[in-house]
Every structure is written in C-alpha cells, then in structure tokens.
C-alpha cells in the first residue's frame, strides 16, 4: 500500500524529521549572530557576508535585505564593530 518511491518511511521522514531536528536552528538574529561569530574565529576572517550567510542560512526573518531591518541592522553594526557575545545585553538573546 506505501511502497515505491514515496512509500510511508520517506513520507513520514518528510513530515516529522524536520519537526523534530532543531539542533541546528538559527531562526533569531542572536543566534546566527553566535554562529557566525564561532565560523568568523575558527576561519580567523570577520568579513560581514559570514554574517549575512548565517542569518540567510538560518532562516531569519528578514535576512535577505538586513540593512533595511532595524532589528538586524543593530547586529550588522555590532559585527562591524567586532562586539563579542558576551557583550550583547541578554535581553537581546
């Protein structure tokens, strides 16, 4: 009955597997911030599109034209400016 190229496990994969895999979300602002900074100081590189990448990548609202969102323009400066984690208010987060 569920067999061939869409049978029940590929089915069921597709409707529960991404419900249930969030170990590699990066859907607030803060935490593609955390992402791209781990990536910027393993690679020794802190070019803003590491940045840009990870908040498109992780699927934040309004990535793909951040200098025009307030909310993300704060972190694009805050990249500039090199701020570390730690010093993001934790309201913030």
């Known amino acids: 009955m569920f067999s061939g190229e869409y049978g ?3 089915l069921a994969g597709l409707l529960f597997g991404r419900l249930l895999d969030r170990g590699g979300r990066r859907d607030t602002p803060y935490q593609a ?4 900074w781990r990536v910027a100081e393993r690679e020794e ?3 803003e599109a590491i940045l840009r990448q990870e908040l498109k990548d992780g699927n934040v609202p309004g ?3 951040a200098d025009d969102r307030p909310e993300l323009r704060v972190y694009l400066e805050r990249w ?3 701020v570390h984690l730690r010093e993001v208010p ?3 987060r």
């Open 8 to 10: 029940w496990p590929t």
């Open 33 to 36: 911030y955390a992402a791209a």
């Open 90 to 92: 934790r309201r913030e």
């Open 45 to 47: 590189c802190w070019d």
């Open 63 to 65: 990535a793909y034209d």
């Open 80 to 82: 500039r400016a090199r």
